[in-house]
Structures are given as structure tokens and as C-alpha cells.
């Protein structure tokens, strides 16, 4: 059993950055591979990146703005977001899949928190 509790969302003007974390319950954070999601109003749930040991993997829309990374010693996921725009106005959910593949799919995902907001005004 895995709980996740994300953090760090909030409201930043058109350009700006903003990093949110995950912090996950238990001894075994670094045996899953690890995701961020987000929801905008009237959207499906929709894959933002995803993490295994190092690395990442990313959607489209945010390669080259977005980063993910994962603090094992802290039990932590992060994602770093740069360059932002409206259109990542979401909810924004992390999940623990116990998979290594998958992984840009909800589906593949065992355990979600509870999601934190990010509003981009333009």
C-alpha cells in the first residue's frame, strides 16, 4: 500500500514556473515507477510524465518545459514545470504503478493522491 500527498500547486502568471511534489508513504517508494497526470475542467485525465529509476518520459505538450524527477532518500517525486502556459490549467495527480511499462496510461497505475490544483493565468 502506497499513500501519495501532492503539494506545491497554485496560481502563476503565463511564463512562469512552479514545482509540485509528491510525497509517498511506505519503505518501497523506489521500487515503483512513478507518474503525474493532470485534469482540466471537461477533459479526460491525461498523461504528463512518468518515471521509472531515472529518466523520464513525457508528454508532447510539455517536453522541454516540464521536468520529473524522484528523491528516493525523501520518499519524493517532483515534477518541475517551466515555461507555463493556460493550457496546463489542471488538476494535477501522482500515481505509483508497481509496472515498468504501461506507464502513459492511467491504467497502469496502482495508487493516486489526491491531486493539487495549478491555475496559469494569461
Known amino acids: 500500500q502506497v499513500q501519495l500527498v501532492e503539494s506545491g500547486g497554485g496560481l502563476v502568471h503565463a511564463g512562469g514556473s512552479l514545482r509540485l511534489s509528491c510525497a509517498a508513504s511506505?519503505?518501497?517508494?523506489?521500487?515503483?515507477?512513478m507518474g503525474w497526470f493532470r485534469q482540466a475542467p471537461g477533459k479526460e485525465r491525461e498523461f504528463v510524465a512518468s518515471?521509472?529509476?531515472?529518466?523520464?518520459s513525457y508528454a508532447d505538450s510539455v517536453k522541454g518545459r516540464f521536468t520529473i524527477f524522484r528523491d528516493n532518500t525523501k520518499n519524493t517525486l517532483y515534477l518541475q514545470m517551466n515555461s507555463l502556459k493556460p493550457e496546463d490549467t489542471a488538476v494535477y495527480y501522482c500515481?505509483?504503478?508497481?509496472?515498468?511499462?504501461?506507464?502513459?496510461?492511467?491504467?497502469?497505475?496502482?495508487?493516486w493522491g489526491q491531486g493539487t490544483q495549478v491555475t496559469v493565468s494569461s
Open positions: 500515481a505509483a504503478s508497481g509496472r515498468t511499462y504501461g506507464l502513459g496510461s492511467a491504467v497502469g497505475y496502482d495508487y
Open positions: 518515471i521509472r529509476w531515472s529518466g523520464g
Open positions: 511506505g519503505r518501497t517508494f523506489s521500487s515503483y515507477a
